[in-house]
């Protein structure tokens, strides 16, 4: 049974810049596709980043128009954790922050189409 645990959540002020880390275990092959979703009050599950497998050692990535150019993902395979870099924060980016998983060729930027879940981690970002 795969296992995700965020972590890295905190209050930041607008500008700055926070490092969420996903630590995963569980996982018993290497095709799982990693995402971060997030959930504003109020408002439904959003994709925000992704990172895929690609052939034995490449990998493709996906980004939110909300976020690209600002947010980075990033896997380190020997330590098991998937990482979301975030740059230039804005208040709209205040969101509990979920990390995601699936297997396989299936899509990573619908939340229905995850298999695992952490539980999150609360990201608020002060004006």
């Known amino acids: 049974q795969v296992q995700l645990v965020e972590s890295g959540g905190g209050l930041v002020q607008a500008g700055g810049s926070l490092r969420l880390s996903c630590a995963v275990s569980g996982r018993t092959e290497s095709n799982y596709n990693m995402a971060w979703f997030r959930q504003a009050p109020g408002k439904d599950r959003e994709f925000v980043a992704a990172i895929t497998p690609v052939g034995w050692s490449g990998t493709s990535i996906y980004y939110a128009d909300s976020v690209k150019g600002r947010f980075a993902i990033s896997e380190d395979g020997a330590k098991n954790t998937v990482y979301l870099q975030m740059n230039r924060m804005k208040p709209e980016d205040t969101a509990v922050y979920y990390c995601?998983?699936?297997?396989?060729?299936?899509?990573?930027?619908?939340?229905?189409?995850?298999?695992?879940w952490g539980k999150g981690t609360l990201v608020t970002v002060s004006s």
């Open positions: 995601a998983a699936n297997r396989g060729r299936r899509t990573v930027v619908d939340a229905d189409a995850m298999d695992y």
